[in-house]
């Protein structure tokens, strides 16, 4: 029973990064797709209809695909099974925040990481000062292209596991 256990605790650890920052991404998702809707439900005039449609598309095949799908989530992956050798119980612990670089990387990659949190706060931060609908255009284009990179995460899990 315990060799069992020793044996697949690497792959539990590796899907424990992946599963933590995917409830980030669905909590995310479910904060800023409410918002979305509700602005649709409220009503848009057709050149916000426009702003909609476009920005979505941007957003998803931008963020969605190109950086997150390609790079970001790749990249994420990359550092779940990383952590299968990692001795460190916190590390473990903390697999999320090590699959974001956040905890546990090289300088340039906690760098990396550290920058890109700060900007993604910066933007929140902007967003929210929108008024109404224009704050909800953009929710719903950042939701449509998280849910792509949820997707994507989900995709890549049994890698992980195996």
Do not use: H
């Not at 931008?62 to 952590?83: H, I, K, S, T």
């Not at 612990?93 to 990659?109: I, K, Q």
Request: glycine fraction near 8%.
């Amino acid at each position: 029973m315990n060799a069992m256990i020793d044996r697949r605790l690497p792959a539990l650890v590796s899907a424990w990064t992946l599963i933590g920052v995917a409830a980030l991404f669905t909590s995310a998702i479910y904060r800023l797709g409410t918002r979305g809707v509700a602005t649709i439900q409220a009503g848009l005039g057709w050149g916000e209809w426009l702003v909609l449609v476009l920005l979505t598309v941007a957003f998803v095949y931008g963020e969605g695909f190109r950086a997150l799908d390609r790079r970001w989530v790749p990249r994420l992956v990359e550092r779940a099974l990383l952590l299968r050798d990692e001795p460190r119980v916190l590390m473990r612990l903390v697999a999320p925040l090590y699959g974001l670089s956040l905890v546990g990387a090289a300088r340039d990659d906690l760098i990396r990481g550290w920058l890109l949190t700060t900007a993604i706060l910066g933007a929140v931060l902007i967003v929210r000062a929108l008024p109404d609908p224009w704050r909800g255009i953009v929710d719903f284009a950042v939701a449509a292209a998280l849910a792509w990179g949820l997707v994507a995460i989900l995709r890549r899990l049994p890698e992980v596991v195996r």
